[in-house]
């Protein structure tokens, strides 16, 4: 029965309550009794046809001819909380409870608003006097599930769990009751039980957004991205204005390091964060950090800190979105906050050390990661961080037994392979050099520099073959490189093969112009900026438009332009290039609108 019906159901109900109270003579004349009478049957009428405004005005005139009439007050009340009307909706209904304390349809209407309201203490004492007064009463799968809600949000996770279970079982199954007992399951951390629920909700209701969202949660929850994400895709398409979503949504696709559309989705659940809570906002923040956007995430985690998580974990990730946009003297303070409050960790002081290292003060480095080799002397990132710092202090014979202490420590460890490599082509060890370059690109394919590293190392070795393999494969990872394609020219002249050798030489000469075309849109963008920043609109505009015409695929400079058209009072242009900035982010996301 849909919400319409339900309701005319109640109010017929009602109106019979109105007549009988009429005839007691609780209107004071016999015409306004009968007048009531009419409304209230008219209002019902209304309520059959699913026209609720006409409703609310025919229950409103009840009221003010029978003022003292619960029935009057609770009809109306109950279609101006159909209405989603909350406060006018509690002021009537409240009244009828006055008059009629013993209502029970009314009593449980007041309780269903009070759980919209977020009222949950008060709601929940409402179902449970009915409960108590009127232990036959046997609550609607909507009255089930708000009675739960109130209860799970006032910390009784265990009779919400069996008022949604009792639901179930009485009534026919409804995708909002599995719902919502997924979600009190959720609530006390059983997602094991709580993701059959979800697909329970989901079999019986396809396109329950709500439950897809509950669904990807939980299995993002349980470490599933995998699984998560589809329900989540869902769940957005349905809610695009949801800030939860689109985090979720964001974290999951940053979990499967499909950065590009994860940060997509979380820049717009960055623009959606008004009102946001601390821990979503620290969710967000960190899901930016991860997605290699730490610059976004800074003014989320001053927004989680300002709004009480002044927790260790709150101030080390802000701290290192610090040092990952450069900010190394900004993040020292907030690592030394975090080590007041504790508790002190191998990773803390490993974070704080790089904080040290980027400020190029490396005795302070060395002291913060010898501290964390003092709390785990396993740890061979620390090892191989103590090796780096030691390197930058020309100390080779202290660095290198730490790298290869690193790699004991940890064989999958790309990086110790690499550094030794670096140091070996430095020292001229070709052979130590090449053996330590292909043990890096082994644990690590994708990268583009080791790879021109081994190219480099063997072609100074004679290995012409190896070499310009390596080169290939640094080039298939790093096509923009001028400078891969000069070094394979060479060896293809070096081998005679002249058409090969021109077309690299042609290629590196294309990509040297696009890259000067980039410094260009990056030098125009980032004086376009500035000139926005002091607001000198004119000649940011001018700026800016070189940025977009030196590289058409970037979204920011869409981004600005707009910014300097809302400050000129030129809206529509500014709405054109905030569309244009948002199709250029949906390409690179790769989501063509």
């Known amino acids: 029965m849909g919400q319409a019906g339900k ?49 609310q005005g025919d229950f409103a005139r009840a009221v003010a001819l029978a003022p003292k009439v619960a029935a009057t007050h609770a009809a109306l009340g109950a279609v101006l909380l ?24 009314n009593a449980l209407n007041l309780a269903r608003a009070r759980v919209s309201q977020g009222n949950f203490a008060a709601a929940a004492q409402l179902f449970r006097a009915v409960s108590s007064a009127s232990p036959e009463t046997v609550f ?29 079982t009485r009534e026919a199954s409804t995708a909002e009751l599995h719902d919502a007992l997924g979600s009190v399951l959720a609530q006390t951390g059983r997602l094991q039980e709580a993701v059959p629920e979800f697909n329970r909700a989901l079999a019986l209701d396809p396109s329950d957004a709500r439950a897809q969202y509950h669904l990807g949660a939980a299995l993002l929850s349980l470490g599933d991205a995998t699984q998560a994400v589809a329900p989540l895709r869902a769940a957005a398409a349905a809610m695009p204005q949801n800030f939860d979503v689109r985090l979720q949504l964001g974290r999951a696709l940053s979990a499967l390091h499909q950065d590009s559309e994860a940060l997509s989705m979380l820049h717009r659940a960055a623009k959606l964060r008004p009102g946001t809570a601390a821990e ?26 300002a709004e009480g998580m002044h927790g260790s974990s709150t101030l080390t990730n802000w701290a290192l979105a610090k040092v990952q946009t450069g900010d190394a003297a900004g993040a020292i303070p907030l690592y030394e906050k975090a080590l007041a409050l504790g508790p002190d960790s191998a990773t803390l002081r490993e974070d704080y050390g790089v904080a040290f290292l980027q400020k190029a003060e490396v005795n302070k480095a060395l002291e913060q990661f010898r501290a964390g080799l003092a709390l785990d002397g396993g740890d061979a990132h ?36 690499y550094t030794l490599g670096v140091i070996y082509m430095q020292q001229g060890k070709s052979a130590e050099a090449a053996a330590q370059l292909k043990r890096a690109v082994a644990l690590q394919p ?88 002091q607001d000198k609109l004119p000649e940011a505009m001018i700026q800016l438009n070189a940025a977009v015409q030196a590289d058409p695929k970037a979204a920011e400079p869409h981004l600005l332009l707009a910014q300097v058209y809302e400050r000129q009072g030129n809206m529509a242009a500014a709405a054109t290039e905030r569309r244009t900035a948002e199709t250029l982010e949906d390409r690179a996301a790769g989501q063509p609108k």
């Open 446 to 533: 994708a990268n583009g520099d080791a790879w021109a590293l081994l190219g480099s190392v063997l072609r100074d070795a004679g290995d012409a073959a190896g070499a310009a393999d390596a080169l290939r494969r640094a080039i298939a990872l790093e096509p923009d490189q001028p400078s891969l394609h000069v070094q394979l020219a060479a060896l293809d002249a070096t081998a005679g093969r002249t058409a090969e050798a021109a077309a690299e030489r042609k290629l590196a000469a294309d990509l040297s112009r696009a890259a000067m075309s980039r410094q260009k849109a990056s030098f125009a963008l980032k004086s376009g900026r500035a000139l926005l920043g």
């Open 280 to 305: 979503p906002l620290y969710q967000l923040a960190v899901a930016l950090q991860a997605s290699g956007d730490p610059a976004a995430a800074l003014p989320l985690f001053a927004e989680a800190d």
């Open 82 to 105: 159909a209405e989603g009307q909350l406060a006018s909706a509690v002021q009537q209904l409240e009244t009828a409870q006055q008059l009629s304390p013993n209502d029970t349809p």
């Open 140 to 168: 609607s799968a909507d009255e089930a599930i708000a009675y739960a809600t109130a209860l799970s949000s006032t910390s009784d996770a265990a009779a919400a769990e069996a008022v949604l279970r009792g639901a179930i």
């Open 7 to 55: 309701l005319g159901l109640a109010l017929a109900l009602l109106a019979g309550c109105a007549s009988g109270q009429a005839a007691t003579g609780g209107t004071g004349t016999a015409g306004s009794e009968a007048e009531a009478h009419a409304a209230m049957a008219a209002g019902t009428a209304d309520v059959a046809r699913g026209d609720l405004a006409a409703a």
């Open 382 to 417: 620390l090892h191989y961080d103590v090796g780096l710092a030691l390197k930058l202090k020309d100390d080779l014979a202290g660095a290198v037994p730490e790298f290869v202490r690193a790699a004991e420590l940890d064989p999958s460890l790309p990086d110790p392979a």
